[in-house]
Antibody, heavy 119, light 110 residues
Framework: QVQLEQSGAEMKKPGASVKVSCKASGYTFTNYDINWVRQAPGQGLEWLGWMNANSGNTGYARKFRGRVTMTRDISLMTAYLEVTSLTSEDTATYYC????????????WGLGTLVIVSS | QSVMTQPPSVSGTPGQRITISCSGSHSNIEINYVYWYQHVPGTAPKLLISRNDQRPSGVPDRFSGSKSGASASLAISGLRAEDEADYYCAAWDDRLSEQVFGGGTKVTVL
């Protein structure tokens, strides 16, 4: 069955960077895109961007351009999200989610990775 | 503030039918598919409705989606206690070249 297994919770100081991983199984990794979505405490879902797992092409939400990088390791069937220059407003649960294209819905989601930014 | 607007909360009694609205614009809902997600805090969001009105395998037929112009709706009939969750609409926005979510609606079963 399709699974997206995410890395464990992280605690970072303001100004630091964090890299979250998302390991795929149960499907052909390179046939789908990976989207990243986050939810801050008490807030709704917010889309950060997408990455084509085959080509590595990416598209980022305007709000996060320059601060977010999405990459993948095909041999490990793993996608990565790196967020730099963290502030307390980046405290959130970060989800990876599979889709055929970013314009179409995400049919499988990871359980999320909690990132806490605090001094 | 979200690009697409949902009511913050909707409540109903068991067995009742409720609807959740999602108001967008030409650049998102009117010209692209709408998706609905059910999210119980602490768990992975679940795709409930795909491509405006399609239920993925395993989603009960109590859930239905519709779209008209720049608005969409999710209906839940035969409301059950297990339906308590947050519900989000989502669509691609051609003007922003981004996927956008509604602000979310908390469903409470009284």
């Amino acid at each position: 069955q399709v699974q997206l297994e995410q890395s464990g919770a992280e605690m970072k100081k303001p100004g630091a960077s964090v890299k979250v991983s998302c390991k795929a199984s149960g499907y052909t990794f390179t046939n789908y895109d990976i989207n990243w979505v986050r939810q801050a405490p008490g807030q709704g879902l917010e889309w950060l961007g997408w990455m084509n797992a085959n080509s590595g092409n990416t598209g980022y939400a305007r709000k996060f351009r320059g601060r977010v990088t999405m990459t993948r390791d095909i041999s490990l069937m793993t996608a990565y999200l790196e967020v730099t220059s963290l502030t307390s407003e980046d405290t959130a649960t970060y989800y990876c989610a599979r889709s055929v294209t970013p314009a179409l819905g995400s049919d499988f989601w990871g359980l999320g990775t909690l990132v806490i930014v605090s001094s | 503030q979200s690009v697409m607007t949902q009511p913050p909360s909707v409540s109903g009694t068991p067995g009742q039918r409720i609807t959740i609205s999602c108001s967008g614009s030409h650049s998102n809902i009117e010209i692209n598919y709408v998706y609905w997600y059910q999210h119980v805090p602490g768990t992975a969001p679940k795709l409930l409705i795909s491509r405006n009105d399609q239920r993925p395998s395993g989603v009960p037929d109590r859930f239905s989606g519709s779209k008209s112009g720049a608005s969409a709706s999710l209906a839940i009939s035969g409301l059950r206690a297990e339906d308590e969750a947050d519900y989000y609409c989502a669509a691609w926005d051609d003007r922003l070249s981004e996927q956008v979510f509604g602000g979310g609606t908390k469903v409470t079963v009284l």
